[in-house]
Nanobody, 129 residues
Framework: EVQLVESGGGLVQAGGSLRLSCAAS????????ISWFRQAPGKEREGLSC????????YYGDSAKGRFRISSDNAKNTVYLQILSLKPEDTAVYYC??????????????????????WGVGTLVTVSR
């Protein structure tokens, strides 16, 4: 059974940073890609970043370029999303998702995750002014 568990969210002041983690299990890690999405209240889900675990190739959505960095520790079956210079508009539930082999969703932006089957339950990030 595929399981994705996000952690690292919380309440942060604007200007601070966070590192979110996505711990994966139930599948051959290197055969998949892991993406990060977020959804703010009243807004559509937004694709942030994706990493192909077999070769480390990364993709970023337009809103994530510059302040977001995705990385993985394949030995720990964990993907990270570092967010720098947090802004109140970064307040959202952040989800990780697993897809087979590629970051196809991010090759035709905007990434929506509509065809990705495996999702975590999310971790809430709240950025105060």
């Amino acid at each position: 059974e595929v399981q994705l568990v996000e952690s690292g969210g919380g309440l942060v002041q604007a200007g601070g940073s966070l590192r979110l983690s996505c711990a994966a299990s139930g599948f051959t890690f290197d055969d998949y890609s892991i993406s990060w999405f977020r959804q703010a209240p009243g807004k559509e889900r937004e694709g942030l970043s994706c990493i192909i675990l077999s070769n480390g190739s990364t993709y970023y959505g337009d809103s994530a370029k510059g302040r977001f960095r995705i990385s993985s520790d394949n030995a720990k079956n964990t993907v990270y999303l570092q967010i720098l210079s947090l802004k109140p508009e970064d307040t959202a539930v952040y989800y990780c998702a697993a897809d087979y082999l590629s970051c196809l969703d991010f090759t035709s932006p905007p990434a929506t995750g509509a065809f990705i089957n495996f999702w975590g339950v999310g971790t809430l990030v709240t950025v105060s002014r």
